[in-house]
């Protein structure tokens, strides 16, 4: 899942990075709101943390041009002081999703982001399961057939974008997106080589391959 950080406080923005380090989410980090406008508008992110004090444009402003979009449905989850709750509920009725009052846990943070992602695609039941896997995003765990399987964090990102929309093809473009955001691959994580991992360490059918466009986890119920 890829994550937008909009905060222009570096010592905040740092917290949350260290925070959400090794939870399985590629977090793309902005100090302006006007640069986080253009890159909401160009790009796709699963979800976006969104301070609301910014340089050059101000969160709720960015906000309501998001929610402006017909088609800008990405979760928002608003970063507010504490005793702003005019600004809360400004923000809220500007189409965030969710807030938290700074200075904030990072665990409430965490278990926030789950389930603003769950409900987002459109599921209540905080597992994904399909085909004999399944997937805890609050443990990182994978089980196959009852069975824990040992995945890197890039597999176990990867694994947990295909069973959250199962049936549905997804692109190499917007996997890559989604794995990397703004960073590189290296050359031990490339698309084909965690794909090809998966495969090894669940079942070789599980993904399937559409070629030419992108790969697939079918939706057995
Ligand atoms: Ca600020």
Known sequence: MRVLLVEDDRAVAQGIRNALRGEGYTLDWLADGQEASCALRDERFDLVLLDLG???????????????????????????????T?????????????????????????????????????????????????????????????????LTPMEFQLLHQLLARPGTVLTRERLADTL??????????????????????LDSGLIRTVRGVGYLIEDTP
Do not use: C, M
Request: net charge positive; proline share 7%.
């Open 86 to 150: 005019r600004d809360r509920i400004e923000g809220l009725d500007a189409g965030a999703d969710d807030y938290l009052v700074k200075p904030f846990d990072v665990d409430e943070l965490k278990a926030r982001i789950r389930a603003l992602l769950r409900r987002s695609q459109g599921r209540a039941q905080p597992r994904l399961e399909q085909a004999g896997v399944s997937l805890d995003p609050a443990r990182h765990e994978v089980l196959y057939h009852g069975q824990p399987v040992n």
């Open 180 to 201: 990397y955001g703004w960073h590189e691959s290296g050359p031990g994580n490339t698309l084909e080589v965690l794909i090809h991992n998966l495969r090894r360490k």
């Open 54 to 84: 910014l340089p050059r444009r101000d969160g709720l402003a960015l906000l309501r041009d998001l929610r402006a979009r017909p088609d800008a449905d990405v979760p928002v989850l608003i970063l507010t002081a504490r005793d702003a």
